[in-house]
């Protein structure tokens, strides 16, 4: 049962957290949101040139949520989650060279040389403050010189002061380089350069003039049209689609970090601020705490997660273009965590009954709790909300190449009963398996090589890619040895079965993929040999935990022999350090 259904949750009683009211949400509305801009942002020093602009000099009240009239605060700037902080700023780890944030000491240890141009005032102007976050600021400047000349752009600055512990230094350094690597895409902001000075590192970036998408959600009074939050959706999903495929998982997506280009009605969209991102490969796990709490996912909470962590958040995004509220919401950091660990969100509440089901199968496909059951990004774009909507290319997943993997590497036994599971898949689940086989170029014949997987991969290659080592996964898919594929059996082999799990018709699945099974590819079966199958340990009594999954009568897989050997070995899983 969830605790949620899209209400305060009330801080549990005698906490000891947050009795400071500094967590309380400010009641921002669309002329509020100007002014308490970041109520947690401690200013950081700015260069003499901006010390007069306005944004410098606002103060922050905050209101308490006992005088907010609203039961549903509308979204407001989401904080960062404090553990995310402190080990930026260097309160929780003391192994870590820290100073306490603002403290005068010197900093023994930390290189905040970044190798980057030394003279920005050479090739830019720089103007007002057009933007602040936690760990910077960003001015609009206008370029001097070269390509550049006369043109606006944006300069985030990220003061050194700041840059108190090797994390944050870091993070700055792996942002350069993502953005860096990243640039071209039309829903990424143009990154243009990075420079440094004594106090300061400057990105050049494109400037974006139509401000954050949350502020367009407010000035709507908090909700989108379908068919406008399907226009948001799109580009959102087709840019983290290539950030995953890259291999870089960019864990802060929230409104705050998606900006219009212009205030025009048809302005593209915009991802910002790689601050958080980092490099994931599809068989390894983060475990680093990271993000802002409205928008973080359960399993980044448990402390193993991937890129299926952004999805989650693109899922709290779309459900708060939908209706307006945050399916997670707490008074506390511990509350939202507590809601997003427990709560179900509410999708009883106005407006989603009279939304259309295919969008709240959307939105919940996202908000699923198992990460193994989320969809894609690529998945997301083929979903039948969307699909059709768009002049979109529906992008390769890695997901597809994880799932190949697992299936050339499968026993004969595990193959012919994800065959079975296949022949089940409808017409709409085929489409989105149909795009990823187009994708890795079939030959005259139809049939593709794994060879053609690198290749199909290789095409879409940035720096990214081989910073986050997807190529080198890529390369050990591609060095198996495995016969050609026809359609048939890329479907068997790149089905997800805990995808098809977490769906309401799972049962129709499995029974008649059972049928099938019998007919063509059941046997009889020894124990030992499941127990290998399934790859369990000779210390298990397998004798008492298998007897259930053959049938006594024949010797075959029983039905929930069948469902155990569909989902195989559990895979191994690399924790990044
Ligand atoms: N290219 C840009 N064009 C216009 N404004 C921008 C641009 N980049 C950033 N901004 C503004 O500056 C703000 C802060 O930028 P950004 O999110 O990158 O900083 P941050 O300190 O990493 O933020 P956060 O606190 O979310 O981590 C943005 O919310 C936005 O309003
Ligand atoms: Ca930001």
Request: hydrophobic share 35%; with cysteine; glycine share 6%.
């Amino acid at each position: 049962m969830g605790l949620c259904h899209g209400k305060p949750i009330e801080p549990p009683q005698n906490s000891s957290e947050d009795l400071s009211g500094e967590n309380n949400e400010p009641p921002l509305n669309s002329s509020t949101r100007k002014t308490p801009k970041f109520p947690f942002y401690s200013p950081s020093p700015l260069p003499s040139s901006f010390k007069n602009s306005p944004a410098h000099s606002s103060s922050v009240p905050s209101t308490p949520l006992r005088f907010l009239k609203r039961p549903f605060p509308p979204p407001s700037p989401a904080k960062h989650i404090k553990a995310l902080l402190a080990r930026r700023h260097g309160s929780v780890k003391p192994n870590e060279a820290t100073i306490p944030e603002g403290s005068e000491c010197e900093i023994i240890g930390l290189d905040k040389n970044f190798g980057f141009s030394k003279n920005i005032v050479n090739h830019f102007e720089l103007g007002e403050e057009v933007g602040r976050g936690h760990f910077g600021y960003t001015c609009s400047a206008k370029g001097k010189k070269d390509s550049l000349k006369g043109q606006d752009v944006a300069v985030k600055v990220i003061p050194k002061s700041k840059m108190t512990t090797a994390i944050a230094i870091e993070d700055v350094r792996r942002e350069v380089k993502i953005l860096r690597a990243l640039t071209g895409h039309k829903n990424l902001v143009q990154f243009y350069n990075a420079y440094e000075d004594e106090d300061n590192v400057y990105m050049v970036m494109e400037l974006c003039k139509g401000g954050e998408l949350l502020d367009k959600i407010l000035s709507r009074g908090g909700k989108y049209s379908e068919e406008d939050a399907k226009v948001v959706m799109i580009q959102i999903l087709s840019v983290v689609a290539y950030c995953h495929l890259q291999g870089v998982v960019h864990r802060d997506l929230k409104p705050e970090n998606f900006l219009f280009t212009s205030k025009e009605d048809h302005s593209p969209l915009k991802a910002i601020d790689f601050g958080l991102s980092d490099y994931v490969k599809p068989d390894e796990r983060l475990n680093d705490i990271v993000g802002s709490a409205y928008y973080v996912a359960p399993e980044v909470l448990h402390r193993s997660y991937g890129t299926e962590a952004d999805m989650w958040s693109i899922g709290v995004i779309a459900y708060i273009l939908l209706c307006g509220s945050r399916p997670f919401w707490a008074r506390t950091e511990s509350g939202i965590f507590r809601a997003v660990l427990k709560a179900e969100p509410s999708f009883d509440e106005a407006p989603w009954p009279s939304l259309s089901s295919d969008a709240i199968d959307f939105v919940k496909k996202l908000l699923n709790k198992d990460y193994r059951k989320r969809i894609t990004a690529a998945q997301a774009l083929s979903h039948p909300w969307l699909a059709g909507h768009q002049d979109e290319k529906i992008p390769l997943d890695m997901l597809t190449y994880k799932l190949v993997k697992a299936y050339t590497s499968s026993s004969s036994l595990r193959r012919s009963a994800l065959a079975a599971l296949a022949k089940t898949l409808t017409i709409p689940q085929l489409a989105y398996l149909r795009e990823q086989f187009t994708l890795v170029a079939p030959n005259k014949s139809g049939l593709i090589s794994l060879h053609n997987l690198k290749t199909a991969v290789a095409k879409n290659s940035t720096d990214a890619m081989k910073d986050s080592r997807v190529l080198d996964y890529v390369n050990v898919v591609c060095s198996l040895q495995y016969k050609k594929l026809d359609f048939e059996e890329f479907c068997a082999a790149a089905i997800s079965v805990h995808q098809l799990e977490g769906m309401e018709s799972w049962e129709q699945h499995a029974c008649q993929a059972y049928e099938f099974f019998e007919k063509d590819g059941n046997r009889p079966i020894m124990i030992e040999e499941l127990a290998s199958e399934l790859g369990l340990s000779p210390s298990v009594p397998i004798h008492v935990v298998l007897q259930d999954w053959i049938r006594h009568s024949d010797g075959n897989l029983s039905f929930l022999g069948f469902v155990r050997l569909l989902h195989g070995v559990s895979s191994r899983v690399v924790h990044k350090a």
